[in-house]
């Protein structure tokens, strides 16, 4: 059931608003020597994700499960047949993803406001991060793959000026620019994407409903069995290319783990509750075509779970509290997509669900650390923060326990859930689900060992420091809180034990329902789901304590940088080679282009440029040549001479 | 209205020319009013086109001379339609703006700078109104003198090897279409613009093909195209940074222009069949130019090649010969003529404050000159046509095309160059405007109330028209006209997709 809707455009305009607003202050007050009053700027920042937080949760309970909303507010592009409009889709889908990049978009920002208290670029700063959610909502409420893409540019837009935010650092500006070009890569795959669905479907390829339509239309079951089998694997194979982009998967992820030197609040919105999941989002809605390619869903769970299982192993080896977190976040992405590839899209939004309350308590948690410790990000230089930090410690404790899969949390239920629809995917699913359960226990070792490290045994860094460590103030402890309590009940949504806790599969099914029919096949009888909670609590649990024996015992020392050393470097960022396999060649051929070839042609036209010298000087010397009449003469002698050859030859 | 509005640039160029250099201190004021004017009546011939959906306008021709040899009469008969009128709007808009602008740098001999000025918009209006070839012919090469006129006295220390250069490599390149227009007139005894592509089509191919490569030359080397750039990157730098900006916003915009409404509807069989190529080197031209891009250490030599590789894909749209694709060229011409000619006229301003164009000699802008900073900034997003700009659109349409008529490989090829621009573009941002402060000019300065005034139009035009670009479409598309069988027989405006296959 789709109705028309009037007020679906307001969703997206009020962050762009705060935006305009905020961004109109922080230039007017520019060359002032302190920045606009923190209060009002903070106020104004947290109200517009506010007042779409609250229109999203009215919409939402306004609409019943299985039915839409669609709004078409005017034509963008028209030319030929091509016809791309300002549209938004509130279904099921969008909704959920609403609910969360709106709500933990507000408790962000709010954490912000103390946060950045007394930066120079607060108000910048706020205004960027409203602009950041206007993209998020127009990439999950559009109605077509054009407008998802505005936003998707538009995030990466914004996470690039945020990654640079403290720009007078190069290396952040370098990370920045990271970021922007490999997700540019990524962009291009979708666009190829929405190209080979134009050809695939005409004008009816850009709009997620009409697309839907056609996919299922008997009329053009034979135009997908024949010559458009081809386009849906090209198009299939572009899109998730796209994805592995902005979702942070092999080969395209090594931006991410750099994008750790933008402000914390930025990297838990950003860069592990809302962006980094929207690639998730989009395999998602086009379920209904991945499903006709069975040889990209199975390359997407094959990089899912090596994405998964590569970023687990580079989580051991990181010092930098948020370098863990960051990998933490592309092994879990990397689950999300293994189940996407696997079939359970549902499971994949829900899993995605649950990370982003975990990880942004997690990341929020971090960054009280790093905010109590003056700036310290050295895992080995902390220790012992346990006492110093009760309240910080007890949140990461509630988010630690969540992404570990500790039973009755939310990572628990989601992640539970995730791989026994692996375990019973038709396609190689057994081996699948046993070595995501040795992910899990790695996972369960990385964050367990970033816990004893920040807070266990002695505090190892400098007494100064600790004697100013403080626990962060309100603005900060409310969201934080919100969301650590998230991460313990969000999994009650969908507690596949518990009778009738399914709401949010219930809400998902009418989206892809049709796909995950045709992925998985008749249902059949696996084994029991108490089994798998089982091995999963056991992953969890054999984790923490291999975990904690290590790490209590061998703690490492703080010399050097924060980053991995010796064979841990090589293997962390293998993947920085491998696109330096591209960069090289393009940096050599572009060195070529410059000193040989353009030499080439400059040494060209200097042999024409004093031929013309000379000829002027001659003529000079004939005429009393200003350069005017220089011209007009040539302008005269080339006609003549181009009429009298002509009038030789016909 | 044809006709004031061509001439209103040369008028504008006499009375500056008439002020007594006494008062020369009004020459200032008196060109940016005049400017003003000529902007006005650009704008009133894109309105008309509005509200007629896309009817062109024309004169009544006029039979001015005739061709000795020849049963050919030139004629002076003016033509605008969307494509025609959003051209002009360009040129007065830069004009406008490189005006204001530059008055600080030229300060003194201002009145001699603004006649000349016109002098080319003139000539630019002329371009792009003329509806018979040797009217076209006659203002394409009077677009030349004043152009270089401009760089041998504004310019940089080798201004006046840039201006022989850039001399020397138009006029070349134009003198086959001459030939070929002569030609036009001894075998057809026409050159008016609507019934040449009739009359060439029972000649013989090689004929035609000749023809149509003499045209096409002499828009190569004015977009440029690989290989007959080598003036551009020389010029764009020499030349004063307010008259690059119009020989890149508009005067470039001439040659695929040309394309456009000359080359391919004139000689619509000869332009099919060698559409793959020309595409292919418009592509290659893409690479070229970002490629080089990447190592340039002077803002407006990289700003120079930057504008070669978006032409590069503008021409490859053109040859798509696909009508969404055209119309993606139109708007990538639009919205590169604003986002170079803004890039060009804000660059001038560091060059101003700190005497240099090496990019390594700035930095930390960003801190030191904030609103110049963010100017920069978004102009450089719109550059790259991150959307909804009004270069994701033309970019959007080109890449589709191509996609269309030439395959997924050769749509990844030039999407490659998106990448590409990003690189380059980002490695100036973060040139420029991030990092530390260097020492080289210790006093920080920041853009004035009168450049922003001249600028920021240019880019809010970038966004308005992104975000709304059927006020542009709803003027170029005959298909959305409401007669649109009337536009193709009244004038061979683009191909169609029936007429050529």
């Known amino acids: ?117 007394g930066d120079r670029g607060f108000t910048r700063f706020m205004a960027y991060l409203n602009l950041f ?48 070009l490999v997700n540019r890569a990524g962009d291009l795959g979708f666009l190829l994407g929405i190209f080979a669905l134009m050809t695939l479907a005409g004008p009816a390829g850009i709009s997620y409903t009409e697309l839907r339509e056609w996919l299922h239309n008997p009329l053009n079951a034979e135009i997908l069995a024949g010559q458009g089998q081809v386009l849906v694997v090209l198009a299939a194979f572009f899109l998730f290319w796209g994805c592995t982009a902005k979702s942070a998967q092999i080969p395209l992820l090594t931006w991410l783990p750099d994008a750790m030197a933008g402000p914390t609040p930025v990297s838990a919105l950003i860069h592990a509750a809302t962006m980094v999941t929207s690639g998730v989002y989009l395999v998602t809605r086009m379920s209904d075509l991945f499903v006709l390619s069975p040889a990209i869903m199975h390359m997407i769970a094959f990089v899912g779970l090596g994405t998964a299982m590569w970023a687990a192993i580079s989580g051991l080896f990181q010092d930098d509290i948020k370098k863990v977190l960051a990998y933490s976040t592309v092994s879990q992405l990397g689950f999300m997509f293994l189940a996407a590839g696997c079939g359970a899209f549902d499971a994949a939004i829900f899993h995605v669900f649950t990370h982003a309350f975990f990880k942004a308590t997690l990341f929020l948690g971090a960054g009280s650390v790093i905010h109590a410790l003056a700036g310290e990000q050295d895992l080995r230089k902390m220790g012992g923060l346990a006492k110093t930090l009760p309240r910080t410690f007890l949140i990461l404790v509630f988010g630690w326990v969540s992404i570990i899969g500790i039973p009755g949390t939310a990572g628990f239920w989601s992640k539970d859930l995730l791989l026994e629809r692996v375990y019973n995917a038709p396609f190689m699913g057994h081996t699948l689900y046993y070595a995501a359960l040795a992910t899990a226990v790695l996972t369960a070792i990385y964050m367990t060992r970033m816990m004893v490290l920040a807070f266990m045994g002695k505090y190892r860094g400098d007494e100064h420091v600790k004697a100013h460590a403080h626990e962060s103030p309100w603005t900060m402890q409310l969201p934080m809180w919100i969301l650590a309590i998230g991460s313990l009940l969000a999994g009650f949504l969908w507690a596949g034990m518990i009778p009738g806790a399914d709401l949010f ?99 060209l036209q200097n042999a024409i440029g004093l031929f013309a010298i000379q000829t002027s000087d001659l003529l000079r010397k004939l005429q009393s040549g ?12 080339t006609l003549l001479i181009a009429v009298a050859i002509l009038g030789r030859l016909f | 209205m044809l006709h004031l509005l061509l001439a209103s640039p040369f008028i504008a160029a006499l009375i500056i020319a008439l002020v007594p250099a006494k008062f020369s201190r009004i020459a200032f004021p008196l060109s940016l009013l005049l400017g003003s004017i000529i902007t006005i009546l650009s704008f009133i011939v894109v309105s008309n086109g509005a509200s007629s959906n896309g009817a062109p306008m024309a004169t009544e021709p006029f039979a001015w001379f005739h061709i000795p040899g020849t049963a050919a009469t030139v004629q002076y008969a003016l033509f605008s339609d969307g494509l025609s009128a959003w051209m002009n709007v360009l040129a007065s808009v830069l004009t406008l703006s490189a005006l204001w602008v530059s008055f600080s740098s030229v300060r003194e001999r201002f009145a001699m700078f603004a006649i000349s000025v016109f002098l080319m918009q003139g000539a630019l209006f002329g371009c792009f109104l003329a509806s018979d070839a ?96 080598g003036w551009q ?95 993606g060229v139109v708007l990538m011409l639009i919205a590169h003529g604003f986002s170079a000619g803004a890039m060009f006229l804000l660059a001038s301003l560091p060059e ?17 000159s904030p ?122 405006e683009k191909p169609s997709d029936a007429t050529l296959r």
Not at chain 1, 65 to 90: C, E, K, M
């Open chain 1, 1 to 117: 059931m789709i109705s028309q809707s009037n007020y679906l455009w307001i969703l997206p305009l009020l962050p762009l608003l705060g935006s305009a607003i905020l961004g109109a202050i922080a230039l007017a007050t520019s060359h002032h020597e302190k920045g606009a009053n923190e209060h009002r700027t903070g106020f104004l920042a947290v109200l517009f994700p506010a007042l779409a937080f609250i229109l999203t949760a009215f919409l939402s309970l306004q609409l019943e499960i299985g039915h839409s909303l669609r709004q078409v507010v005017a034509p963008w592009i028209v030319a030929d047949a091509i016809t791309v409009n300002f549209g938004f889709l509130f279904d099921d889908l969008s909704r959920i993803m609403l609910l969360f990049i709106t709500g933990i978009g507000s408790l962000i920002t709010l954490y912000s406001v103390g946060y950045m208290h």
């Open chain 1, 133 to 180: 959610l206007f993209s998020m909502i127009t990439l999950v409420l559009a109605d077509n793959l054009v407008l998802t893409f505005l936003g998707w540019e538009g995030v990466g837009l914004c996470s690039y000026l945020l990654i640079g935010f403290w720009h007078k650092e190069a290396a952040n500006g370098a990370a920045a620019n990271k970021a922007f």
């Open chain 1, 505 to 603: 599969g219930r809400t998902l099914s009418s989206i892809v329902g049709d796909a995950q029919r045709i992925a998985v096949g008749a249902e059949h009888e696996g084994p029991s789901a108490f089994v798998f909670a089982v091995l999963g609590t056991a992953a969890a649990v054999i984790g923490l304590l291999t975990s904690f024996i290590i790490f209590t015992k061998f703690v490492p020392s703080p010399v050097g940088l924060p980053a991995p050393r010796g064979f841990g470097k090589v293997w962390t960022f293998a993947f920085d080679s491998l696109h330096a396999l591209f960069i090289k060649p393009t940096r050599a051929l572009a060195w070529v282009l410059q000193t040989i070839v353009q030499s080439l042609f400059e040494a």
């Open chain 1, 626 to 637: 200003s350069i005017r009449l220089q011209l007009g003469l040539s302008v005269g002698l």
């Open chain 2, 134 to 229: 040797v009217l076209f012919f006659l203002f394409f090469e009077a677009l030349v003198p004043p152009a270089a006129l401009l760089i041998a006295s504004f310019g940089g220390p080798g201004r006046k090897r840039a201006a022989i250069l850039f001399a020397a490599f138009t006029l070349i390149g134009s003198a086959p279409m001459a030939v070929a227009l002569w030609a036009i007139a001894t075998w057809t005894g026409t050159t008016d613009g609507t019934q040449i592509a009739h009359a060439v089509a029972s000649l013989p191919f090689v004929k035609v093909s000749l023809l149509f490569f003499a045209f096409a030359l002499a828009f190569a080397v004015k977009t440029p195209l690989l290989p007959f750039h």
């Open chain 2, 233 to 327: 990157a020389e010029t764009y730098s020499e030349a004063p940074t307010g008259v690059t900006a119009i020989l890149s916003g508009a005067m470039a915009k001439v040659g695929v222009f040309g394309f456009l409404r000359w080359t391919i509807p004139l000689f619509p069989q000869v332009a099919l069949h060698y559409a793959l190529p020309i595409a292919l080197l418009g592509v290659a031209t893409m690479i070229y130019g970002s490629l080089v891009a990447l190592r340039q250490h002077d803002i407006k030599r990289l700003l120079a090649f930057s504008s070669l590789a978006h032409l590069g894909l503008a021409v490859a749209g053109c040859f798509t010969l696909y009508q969404s694709a055209i119309d």
């Open chain 2, 352 to 368: 101003r404050w700190s005497k240099t164009c090496n990019i390594s000699s700035f930095g930390g802008m960003a801190g030191r």
């Open chain 2, 371 to 492: 609103i110049f900073a963010v100017l920069f900034l978004v102009t450089c997003i719109a550059a790259v046509a991150v959307p909804p700009t009004l270069g994701f659109v033309g970019e959007f349409l080109i890449l589709q095309g191509i996609w269309q008529t030439m395959g997924p490989e050769i749509a990844l090829l030039a999407g490659l160059g998106a990448i590409l621009s990003a690189a380059y573009t980002l490695r100036l941002v973060q040139a420029m405007l991030f990092g530390k402060a260097s020492n080289e000019h210790e006093a920080a300065k920041e853009i004035s109330i009168g450049e922003m005034f001249a600028i920021v139009p240019l880019i809010v035009a970038l966004f308005v028209l992104g975000v709304a670009p059927s006020a542009v479409l709803r003027t170029i598309d005959p298909a959305v006209g409401k007669n649109p069988t009337a536009v193709a027989t009244a004038y061979p």
